[in-house]
């Protein structure tokens, strides 16, 4: 093989039962393995967690996301956080999932397609708290309770929204803003005679915020080993005094291809971006930006190889890079390279890649190809 990503069960389930013990014991855990399991194989992770007590259900984006995991064998209910085209609807309530909507005609459709097949469909309700996205305002209420008491089928389970900008500040008075509305908006509905089930918590509130512990939390990035921001890794040791052990599932690996060496005044891969200063051995890896290594790295980035850094040298093509491991005395080809993970005393993780090119350890890790195999140690 010669490019692999790793995943760490052990540091998985640490995590969870970690994220576990901090949430309230009438919440439920949504477990979001969304976007590949943010990269890490959405096969693997769910396998590791399937018969695990510390997961209740799983988030997903799309209904192709949904029906992998049933094809896996998955019992336990799934969530469709994303949008399902109305010509999936009806393979959706076969497959048992809910559904998010926030348009009162797509309730009455899945209403239809439900009673099509004499089957319940189960859908979470968007309301609109201050980011912009997917839900329903306020002021539309009147008209979705009208819908609501008209549908047969489908079922109005609960009520859903999601956080603006709490992993970006120390300053959460707009989180405060956002679920004022929240609670504000639930009690509309509840006056009005319904009693849906709520979520509203991310990793980062779930981390900070207990009150956000309503009858499930969604986790994503923390069961995956990384803070969703320092901001939020910042504010948990101010107000708790303690350090949360997060441990990093995610290691990715490729081999060196060739070892050459080159004269000074060389120039380095596509553009002539680099150029040697004097006689340089580098190492050609069979790995690029088709594999989610991002381009923006080039020149800036670097890896491990025999626990020492080793700087990429020129632009990051398709499916090759190149290092500089003159400093390394003895570098062999077929030698291990580590992309992300630890190597020896040195570590390299998604957010030292991110800082790097201006993005989010979200990115990073989501990114990686699907088709690098994931092998579950």
């Known amino acids: 093989m010669l490019k692999w990503i790793e995943v760490d069960s052990k540091a998985l389930l640490h995590n969870l039962s970690l994220i576990r013990s901090l949430v309230k014991k009438k919440s439920k855990v949504i477990f979001v393995v969304k976007a590949n399991a943010y990269g890490h194989g959405i096969e693997q992770v769910v ?18 996301e949904a029906i992998k995991l049933r094809k896996l064998g998955v019992k336990k209910e799934i969530l469709i956080l994303g949008y399902v085209e109305r010509g999936l609807i009806e393979e959706g309530i076969k ?12 309730i009455f459709e899945l209403d239809k397609k439900a009673k099509k097949i004499k089957k319940k469909a189960y859908f979470h309700l968007k309301l609109e708290t201050g980011t912009g996205r997917q839900g329903i305002e306020k002021k539309d209420w009147k008209f979705f309770k009208k819908v609501l008491k008209k549908i047969e089928y489908a079922k109005f389970e ?8 709490i992993e970006d500040t120390t300053d959460h008075n707009y989180a405060e803003y956002q679920l004022k509305r929240f609670n504000s908006f639930c009690k509309l509905i509840k006056n009005d005679g319904f009693s849906p089930l709520k979520h509203f918590s991310c990793s980062a509130s779930t981390l900070l915020f207990p009150k956000t512990h309503l009858d499930f939390v969604r986790v994503g990035i923390s069961a995956y080993g990384y803070w969703p921001s320092k901001e939020t890794h910042l504010s948990f040791l101010l107000k708790y005094k303690n350090e949360l052990e997060l441990k990093r599932v995610l290691s990715f690996y490729t081999k060196v291809a060739q070892i050459k060496t080159l004269k000074k005044g060389s120039f380095i891969s596509y553009g002539l971006t680099y150029k040697t200063t004097q006689k340089t051995k580098i190492a050609v890896l069979p790995v690029g930006y088709f594999d989610g290594i991002d381009r923006k790295l080039s020149n800036t980035g670097y890896f491990l190889i025999k626990g020492e ?56 890790i989501s990114r990686l190809s699907p088709e690098i195999p994931r092998i579950v140690k």
């Not at 992309?339 to 979200?362: C, F, M, P, V």
């Open 47 to 64: 396998k590791i967690t399937e018969k695990s007590n510390l997961v209740d259900w799983y988030g997903v984006n799309s209904i192709e």
């Open 95 to 106: 497959n048992n999932v809910r559904f998010t909507v926030y348009e009162p005609s797509y």
């Open 158 to 165: 609960a009520v859903s929204s999601h956080f603006a900008n």
């Open 309 to 364: 850094r080793v700087p990429i040298r020129g632009r990051v093509c398709m499916n090759i890079v190149l290092v500089d491991v003159s400093h390394i005395k003895s570098v062999n080809s077929e030698e291990k390279v580590t992309l992300i993970g630890r190597d020896g005393k040195e570590i390299i993780s998604a957010d030292d890649w991110a800082e790097k090119i201006g993005t989010i350890n979200y990115e990073i």
